[in-house]
Every structure is written in structure tokens, then in C-alpha cells.
Nanobody, 122 residues
Framework: QGRLVESGGGLVQAGGSLRLSCAAS????????MGWFRQAPGKDREFVAN????????YYADSVKGRFTISRDSAKNTVYLQMNSLKPEDTAVYYC???????????????WGQGTQVTVSS
């Protein structure tokens, strides 16, 4: 079994920054892919970014490219999502996920965190 715990969400003004963390425990994810997804009220959950735990290769949704950066710290077993130039439309619950194959489809991810709320005010 694996466990993912997100933190770092909060309320920020448009143009501001937040850094989300996803701490993995109870197992290591080796060559798996770690992803971030988000779900806004009344909308489906959508892909934000992912990174291979072992070798990088970050990939981003077009809506966040150039503003968000995904990274991981193997020593701390933690994945980060640095979010800059935040917009009100970034408001959502952000989820961390882990899967053996990655990609943008949430069905490819086996483990999920509980989510952390990000609210961007205009």
C-alpha cells in the first residue's frame, strides 16, 4: 500500500504564488509517475502536471505551462507543485496521484491523496 498526503493549499490573490507538497509514505514509487490533478466546483477532475519519479520528464497541461513547475525530492519522498502567476480559474481542489504509467488520464493512477484546496481571489 502507499499513502500520499498533500499540503500547502490556501487562499492567495491573483498573481500570487503557492507551493503544494505531496509526501509519499508506506512505500516508494520507484519508476512510477507522480501527477497533480485538480477539480474545480461543478467540473470534472483535470490533469495539471506529472513527472517520472526516477528521471524527471515533467509534462504540463497547456493551461498551466509556463506558470507551474513540478519537481520531486527523492530524499524526502516528496513531490512539489510550484504555482506562480495564479489566476482565479486555478481555484480548485488539487490532488496528488501516483501511477505506474502516468499520462494525463486519471484512470492511469493507482494512488491518490485527499486533496488540498487552492483558492485564488481576483
Amino acid at each position: 500500500q502507499g499513502r500520499l498526503v498533500e499540503s500547502g493549499g490556501g487562499l492567495v490573490q491573483a498573481g500570487g504564488s503557492l507551493r503544494l507538497s505531496c509526501a509519499a509514505s508506506e512505500r516508494t514509487f520507484g519508476s512510477w509517475t507522480m501527477g497533480w490533478f485538480r477539480q474545480a466546483p461543478g467540473k470534472d477532475r483535470e490533469f495539471v502536471a506529472n513527472i517520472r519519479w526516477s528521471g524527471g520528464h515533467p509534462y504540463y497541461a497547456d493551461s498551466v505551462k509556463g506558470r507551474f513547475t513540478i519537481s520531486r525530492d527523492s530524499a524526502k519522498n516528496t513531490v512539489y507543485l510550484q504555482m506562480n502567476s495564479l489566476k482565479p480559474e486555478d481555484t480548485a481542489v488539487y490532488y496528488c496521484a501516483a501511477g505506474p504509467y502516468g499520462g494525463g488520464d486519471e484512470a492511469s493512477y493507482n494512488y491518490w491523496g485527499q486533496g488540498t484546496q487552492v483558492t485564488v481571489s481576483s
